[in-house]
């Protein structure tokens, strides 16, 4: 009996745990089993490994052989444990030292003519190896530029199997060998689609813009059709600041389980734009998917914008499903196959119309909607989830002044202001654990540094126009404009000026 190990990594949504493949050659009627909770793809193993060794010119052992993923009960999916599994199987055989393989990590899909295919996650399983102990990882050769992304992390990039065993010493007929593949990352794509200075009139909306974008504050915009509702959420991006290292690492890591990564961009260093279809179902929006759940639209939208157009056409079910992120910022998706969870800390953008025909606007004269038509119509957006929007504003027909006044300020001029302001709340909030003032607690809003004068935001309270949350979110908007306005806390003025800002048809 003879024993041959290698390594590899299991991923559970974002979290990569490091897994020993033990392959175990007895005596006995031959035949590959594998055990610890494999899935669909993984059990298949057995026959893509056996045709992608005997590919290499080897001969594959005739005997009992039991393949054993450690830790059992940790749930193993996906095809990225061939590599892993033919290695050990032939360290097992004696085709190659044990030594060889003993401290490196195998991420790749195996080919029957031996090709090694790549995989899906391979960023967070790196980083998971590296932070292991572990940083010599061997990848298929398309995913090495993606590995590399990882500090720290020894690449080789193989195009077979063959070149991974010749490189431990077996006795392979086809010629190759294996390269090492580092990359440095650049900026990423940039996400943001058109300049802001492409929006005629549209002050208050552009102001809820700006305002939504130094404080990571949600928007709900309200109006006709053609008023630039969706021009102006596509501006969003453009107004964010670039993602920091470690947040540059997590949302690529979150695009590469997903498989919408591009390695040869680098790391994503412009927050990310999701707008999800009308039709898009619960899985789609919050991930979901057989066996272990993947990421959806909202996590892929982790540190950027997910945009809903036309909200109220979205299925209840599906907007229900927001109000964990919003309130926790990660999703954590209960299946059959175990539980993920991703981070998804997005600023949700929502556009409706205010009625289904859209006309609704002023004295609505022009509107065809029965009454019963109208409430059930925005009804579809919940209370709860509108409790959770910061600035819900109406975005009004332009008029003919608008269209002869020229452009306005340019996404770069606008950007510079939310720049300072996130600085201004940055120096603020520095070590409480929060980054802006979307975050910050409703106990740190009412502590000792909260503003003297909030008889608004009582009368509210009083009228059973806000919640308690609504006061809070409220206190949230009135520290952002301060930050832009350059002063050290909200008066009066700014607090006024937020919960107007909360309140659809309220000038500011």
């Not at 024993?3 to 490091?18: D, E, I, K, M, N």
């Not at 590919?55 to 830790?71: A, E, F, K, Q």
């Not at 059959?336 to 609505?364: D, E, I």
Request: proline share 7%.
């Amino acid at each position: 009996m003879t024993l041959g190990r290698a390594l590899s990594v299991s991923l559970v949504g974002l979290t990569g745990h490091l897994v020993e493949v033990e392959a175990q050659l007895a005596g006995g009627i031959p035949g590959l089993s594998l055990v610890g909770l494999p899935d669909a793809a993984l059990s298949e193993a057995r026959d893509r490994v056996r045709a992608a060794v005997t590919s290499c010119g080897l001969d594959w052992p005739s005997r009992r052989i039991t393949v054993n993923l450690t830790p059992a009960a940790l749930p193993k999916a996906g095809s990225g444990f061939d590599l892993a599994i033919a290695v050990a199987t032939m360290v097992g055989a004696r085709a190659c030292p044990a030594q060889s393989a003993a401290r490196t990590v195998h991420l790749g899909e195996l080919g029957l003519d031996g090709r090694l295919r790549p995989v899906r996650g391979v960023l967070p399983a790196v980083a998971a190896a590296v932070a292991a102990g572990y940083p010599r990882v061997v990848v298929a050769a398309a995913d090495a530029p993606e590995a590399a992304l990882v500090p720290g992390a020894d690449v080789v990039a193989a195009v077979s199997l063959a070149q991974v065993l010749r490189e431990y010493g077996a006795d392979v007929a086809v010629p190759g060998a294996t390269a090492v593949a580092r990359l440095e990352p650049d900026r990423g794509r940039d996400t943001a689609r058109g300049d802001l200075s492409d929006v005629v009139g549209q002050h208050a909306a552009r102001h809820a813009l700006e305002v939504a974008a130094a404080g990571g504050h949600h928007l709900l915009m309200t109006g006709p059709p053609g008023t630039g509702k969706t021009m102006l959420a596509s501006r969003l991006p453009g107004l964010l600041p670039d993602l920091d290292d470690a947040d540059a690492v997590e949302v690529t890591a979150i695009h590469s389980v997903a498989g919408t990564f591009r390695p040869g961009d680098g790391l994503l260093r412009r927050p990310p734009f999701e707008d999800p279809h009308h039709t898009a179902t619960p899985a789609a929006v919050i991930g979901g998917g057989s066996g272990l759940p993947r990421p959806g639209a909202a996590s892929r939208a982790h540190r950027g914008v997910l945009f809903m157009d036309e909200a109220p056409q979205f299925a209840p079910r599906v907007m229900q499903t927001l109000r964990q992120p919003l309130e926790h910022g990660e999703l954590v998706l209960h299946r059959a196959g175990g539980t993920a969870r991703y981070p998804a800390r997005f600023q949700l953008v929502m556009a409706a119309n205010p009625c289904p025909c859209g006309n609704a606007v002023g004295k609505g004269l022009d509107c065809t909607c029965r009454p019963v038509e109208r409430r059930r119509y925005f009804a579809r957006l919940s209370g709860p989830l509108l409790d959770r929007v910061d600035l819900q504003v109406d975005v009004l027909p332009v008029t003919r002044l608008d269209r002869r006044s020229g452009p306005g300020e340019s996404t770069a001029e606008v950007a510079a202001r939310v720049a300072e302001a996130r600085a201004r709340a940055a120096r603020r909030l520095a070590g409480t654990g929060w980054r802006s003032n979307a975050e910050v607690s409703g106990r740190w809003l009412r502590g000792p540094g909260a503003p003297g004068d909030t008889r608004a935001v009582d009368q509210g309270l009083d009228r059973g126009t806000l919640s308690l949350r609504g006061a809070d979110r409220v206190l949230r908007v009135a520290w952002t404009l301060a930050d832009l306005a350059g002063i050290a806390a909200p008066r009066d003025r700014e607090i006024t000026r937020a919960v107007s800002l909360r309140t659809r048809g309220q000038a500011l």
